[in-house]
């Protein structure tokens, strides 16, 4: 009986076709600005503008494989900035800060897992509601200023460094990257989240707890989220009510273009890194070759599409090839 | 002259398939065809074809000595060809006016429906079946045998002169089918061109005129069915004689004691049940569709919450808050829709079989790959699954194959099922792999296995189980020995009101 290679795993998943994708792009990008886009000055500024949605990312892409969605982690992450420099105002230790927002965050998921798991709301409705709320309560909060985050060791987090080249922070974004990723594709709980997302009645039927599963998860993305939302603020050294782009949609955009479904059990970290990659390469690209921002959003769009429409026709190739 | 519809040398392949090869029958005006083949066989290829849905590779399809492309489903439609298939193709907040006249509404100046039309021929439609329908409801309310019904009534009013059904009794309870056939002698009777696409021998001699059979792609044999029996049908679509399936069962001889017993169980759909099940024995649930037979499983699985009543196992009341809780005493349930309830569709074998005993695959802190493939490849070898490799989405295998996946993941060596419910085990799947379910549920029982087996098929039910329990209403009706089960008796109890 023939069993599942390496190779067959990563032939089927989403991920090559973006990777092929993305290196055509470099290319092209690398000859038109005369080499000047694989600089590590170009290099670092797309990690560095990975660095927040990265996160959100994470947290999308866990939901929505578990055929969940949540629109209100951009907001969730505006808010946690914005009460990280309340907190510090208050002179609380930086820790207790940190542990105040994680907490504040964890209640939103907790609110959106009730909202859809027991009053049985449309996740999408349940959240954006939620996602409402959240950003009324942190524009009240900030009412129209910007509150300054400078604990010395937050900072240091958000621009530290090392040997003045490398920033501690997207170090440590790879490192939860790919600690993700291991979770999704070797243990019990990744395993459930494809099988939950795949067809949660007969998961329930087998024994799995799916609630529990949404319960989980809307906690770990809320949580995910103020977490990005704080190193946001640590890195701008203040809060502000906005800078996180495309909204509701942040995370998500970076793990549709990897290969995660709306429909739930199918896609990976694999594929919604290459396509955060992907997104904030191809933003990056364009500034290189001195595109407008305004046009780089229309960009961005075309190039959901045009990596949709790949995806579609390797998912053709393969079924055929069968 | 009489007006027919030829095939005539009808092929069709797919990348690696070639799903129908030298297909040519005629079916004639006022005479029911029957299209009968195992899963795979080819019927719904053509039928695909047939509608329109997809085009034929080789081969002609003459409409009244003309030869004819259809191109397209709406093409179909306007060449007088209706195809109504098991998924209904109604929109269930509409009402059955509305349904009946779906794609050409008739309207008055400016676009205005014309309300008074509608009412009037839908309504003449209904009398003229005599249907207990209420043209103003939505489809949704109505029954599945009811929306069947408007499905018929909107070939019927769209004029179409070939009309062809796929497997229309296969969610029907026995009543509804009869009403079925009903309509269709009407139909036959007014000259239509009927193709009928069925699995159950039983009905394909009380309704059809002609019979195709057809056996991985091809023809195999056409006969008149007034000539033909059911011996030589099953020998024709199996390619073997299997003979009388149910004497050549092995069964179980040693039933050993009370394993499973429910006392006055009730909730919102399940009165008063009670019964008990023995190691080693098979009980079966006969009754019509929505009897309460699934519901009844359901409550004791934990799925669904109980009002009052007990549940002992080996004479230990037990209570399950949930299925989980069931499935670590020892109980596993196949459920009745495999697709919706049964099967993670777009995952692999592996991955479908593994999933009750996650907790037995880790190695250290991670699901092991080795362990989990191990598993699987042991349930293919066990249950002959045919497929190519281990990575197999489940959604790519036929029928029989996914039913054997679900058993696999219920009886493998990691559990410890000691009651195994098979709601509708055999719906849906071709006559030689009913006949090996079957044997499986014997030889469970024969390894002390308790096995509860759901059916709607009466004929199936009294011959497998040892014990056969009817209901009716959320009622247990009565209980019958296999000695002493006929059809007539069961369908009685399951009838009483």
Redesign the interface.
């Known amino acids: ?4 290679t390496w190779f ?2 990563f032939t089927r998943s989403k991920m090559i076709v973006l990777l092929v994708l993305y290196v055509i792009l470099a290319a092209i990008f690398t000859v038109v600005s005369k080499g000047q886009y694989l600089s590590w000055y170009n290099i670092r500024n797309i990690m560095n503008s990975m660095v927040v949605t990265a996160y959100l990312t994470c947290g999308a892409a866990f939901l929505m494989i578990a055929g969940n969605v949540d629109l209100s982690t951009a907001q969730v992450a505006l808010l946690s900035g914005a009460m990280l420099g309340t907190f510090l105002q208050m002179h609380l230790p930086w820790p207790i800060a940190i542990l105040g927002v994680f907490v504040i965050a964890a209640a939103v998921g907790t609110l959106n897992a009730v909202l859809i798991n027991e009053i049985k709301f449309q996740p999408f409705v349940a959240t954006m509601a939620v996602s409402y709320i959240v950003q009324g309560l942190m524009l009240v909060r900030l009412e129209g200023f910007s509150i300054d985050v400078d604990s010395p060791p937050i900072v240091w987090f958000g621009t530290y460094r090392i040997k003045g080249v490398l920033p501690v922070s997207i170090i440590f974004t790879f490192i939860i990257f790919a600690i993700y990723g291991v979770i999704l594709v ?3 709980f990744g ?2 989240l ?2 939950v997302g ?2 949660p ?9 799916p609630k529990k599963i949404s319960y989980i998860l809307f906690i770990n993305n809320a949580v995910l989220g103020s977490f990005a939302g704080m190193l946001q603020a640590a890195r701008l050294k203040a809060a502000t009510a906005n800078g996180i782009a495309n909204g509701m949609f942040a995370g998500m955009t970076g793990a549709i273009l990897g290969g995660v479904s709306f429909g739930g ?2 896609g990976g970290m694999g594929g919604a890194f290459v396509g955060l990659v992907l997104l904030n390469g191809f933003n990056a690209g364009l500034s290189t070759v001195g595109l407008s921002p305004y046009w780089q959003t229309v960009a961005s769009g075309a190039l959901l599409l045009i990596a949709l429409t790949f995806d579609y026709f390797n998912n053709k190739r393969l079924a ?3 | 002259m009489a007006q027919y519809i030829e095939f005539s040398g009808i092929g069709k392949a797919y ?2 398939v070639q799903a129908l090869k030298d297909i040519s029958f005629r079916a004639s005006e006022g005479r029911v065809v029957a299209l009968l083949g195992e899963n795979g066989a080819g019927k719904s290829t053509l039928l695909k074809i047939l509608s329109g849905d997809t085009q034929p590779d080789e081969g002609k399809i003459i409409i009244n000595g003309e030869e004819n492309r259809i191109a397209s489903p709406y093409d179909a439609i306007t060449k007088g060809i209706s195809v109504i298939y098991q998924e209904r193709q109604l929109a269930p907040s509409m009402s059955v006016i509305e349904n009946v006249f779906a794609g050409d509404l008739p309207t008055k100046r400016f676009g205005v429906l014309d309300k008074k039309k509608m009412l009037q021929t839908t309504q003449e439609i209904i009398d003229k079946f005599g249907l207990p329908i209420d043209p103003e409801d939505p489809v949704g309310r109505l029954s599945v045998a009811y929306q069947q019904m408007v499905e018929i009534m909107k070939a019927y009013r769209r004029d179409s002169k070939i009309i062809a059904f796929d497997e229309p009794t296969a969610p029907l309870t026995d009543t509804e089918i009869a009403i079925l056939f009903r309509l269709i002698n009407q139909l036959r009777e007014e000259g239509k061109i009927i193709i009928y696409v069925s699995h159950r021998l039983a009905e394909i001699f009380q309704i059809t005129d002609e019979i195709v059979v057809l056996k991985d792609g091809r023809m195999v044999k056409t006969m008149v069915t007034a000539e033909s029996n059911e011996s030589d049908l099953i020998r024709a679509m199996v390619g073997r004689d299997i003979g009388d399936t149910y004497s050549n069962l092995s069964r179980n001889e040693n039933i050993g004691e009370v394993l499973l017993e429910v006392n006055n169980l009730n909730n919102d759909m399940v009165h008063d049940v009670s019964f008990k099940l023995h190691k080693g024995e098979i009980v079966g649930f006969a009754g019509l569709i929505g009897a309460g037979r699934s519901e009844v499983v359901r409550a004791i ?1 934990g ?1 669904d919450p109980i009002l009052s009543g007990e549940i002992k196992i080996d004479g230990e009341i037990c209570k399950f808050s ?3 809780d069931a ?2 005493r020892g109980i596993a ?1 196949c ?1 009745e829709d495999r697709k ?9 074998i ?2 479908n079989i ?3 005993v ?2 037995k695959l ?1 190695s250290g ?3 092991s ?1 080795k362990k989990s ?1 191990d598993l699987a ?1 042991r349930a ?2 066990k249950y002959s699954i045919k497929t ?4 197999k989405i489940v959604s ?1 295998l036929s029928g029989g194959n996914q039913q054997k996946v679900i058993l696999g ?1 219920w009886t493998s060596d990691l559990m410890d099922t000691r009651i195994l419910i098979l709601d509708e085990p055999t719906k849906g799947i071709d006559v030689g792999t009913k006949a090996e379910v079957y044997q499986m549920c014997c030889d469970f029982a024969k390894q002390g296995i308790g096995v509860i087996f759901i059916s709607s098929e009466l004929t199936e039910v009294i011959n497998v189980a040892d014990n056969i329990i009817v209901m009716h209403n959320g009622h247990i009706t009565g209980e019958v020995r296999r000695a002493e089960a006929t059809e007539e008796n069961v369908l009685a109890l399951a009838m009483l009101d």
Do not use: C, H
């Open positions: 009986m023939e069993r599942s067959s795993r070797k243990s019990k395993k459930m494809y099988l795949g067809n009645t007969a998961a329930k039927l087998a024994g799995l707890n059990g199918s055929s090839a069968k | 990348p690696g699985f799925a949930s299925e989980k499935i670590d349930l459920p919706d309830q049964g099967l993670v569709m777009w995952r692999d592996t991955d593994s999933m009750p996650l907790d880790m802190l991670f699901i790959r493939e490849e293919v070898e190519p490799s281990l990575d790519e993941r």
